[in-house]
T-cell receptor, first 114, second 113 residues
């Protein structure tokens, strides 16, 4: 079974530029998560989708971050404009829509803003 | 809202030592509980889980028991190996089909010969 695919693996941009990350979840997983993991910290949920609807985006900085999940499958996360403090690993995960099931994670995208 | 508190690291142990990493949680209802592990240079992967009170999750010699009365899910291993060196994250998934997965801050384990 294919896992969660993310691209790119690494990205370096200058502050005030824009960047986009792509995620392809495991087939059949209705729930998709985007997390931000700053070095030395635990993953922080940015946004959670159920199919193509947003379930939770309470911690998404909506003035600069946006995300979409078209047709309930692939998802993109965009940052525009980027700030230095956005340097982090961005993790995508997917799961079946049940409480007792685990989430499967992609390898992540390491973003460096200079 | 839901939250997870883990003991701070790093935890440094000699090979074959006993490991405990404490995890406590705050949640409404009956969440599911997870331990994830992140090996150097790799992504997050599930280590074990427990979905109801008194359940014990186990994998690769690691164990954790879901204690509702103490709201805890401590990770234990009887004899650690150098290959267990990693960052360990406790997490919970709240009640409901669209439940949020909330992580603790992580505990780094370093095992030496």
């Amino acid at each position: 079974e294919a896992g969660v695919a993310q691209s790119p693996r690494y990205k370096i941009i200058e502050k005030r530029q824009s960047v986009a990350f792509w995620c392809n979840p495991i087939s059949g997983h209705a729930t998709l998560y985007w997390y931000q993991q700053i070095l030395g910290q635990g993953p922080k949920l940015l946004i959670q989708f159920q199919n193509n609807g947003v379930v939770d985006d309470s911690q998404l900085p909506k003035d600069r971050f946006s995300a979409e999940r078209l047709k309930g499958v692939d998802s993109t996360l965009k940052i525009q404009p980027a700030k230095l403090e956005d340097s982090a690993v961005y993790l995508c995960a997917s799961s079946l829509p049940r409480q007792n099931t685990e989430a499967f994670f992609g390898q992540g995208t390491r973003l460096t803003v200079v | 809202g839901n939250s997870v508190t883990q003991m701070e690291g790093p935890v440094t142990l000699s090979e074959e030592a006993f490991l405990t990493i404490n995890c406590t949680y705050t949640a409404t209802g009956y969440p599911s509980l997870f331990w994830y592990v992140q090996y150097p240079g790799e992504g997050l992967q599930l280590l074990l889980k427990a979905t109801k009170a008194d359940d014990k999750g186990s994998n690769k010699g690691f164990e954790a028991t879901y204690r509702k009365e103490t709201t805890s899910f401590h990770l234990e291993k009887g004899s650690v190996q150098v290959s267990d060196s990693a960052v360990y994250f406790c997490a919970l998934k709240g009640a409901g089909t669209a439940s949020k997965l909330t992580f603790g801050t992580g505990t780094r384990l370093q095992v030496t010969l």
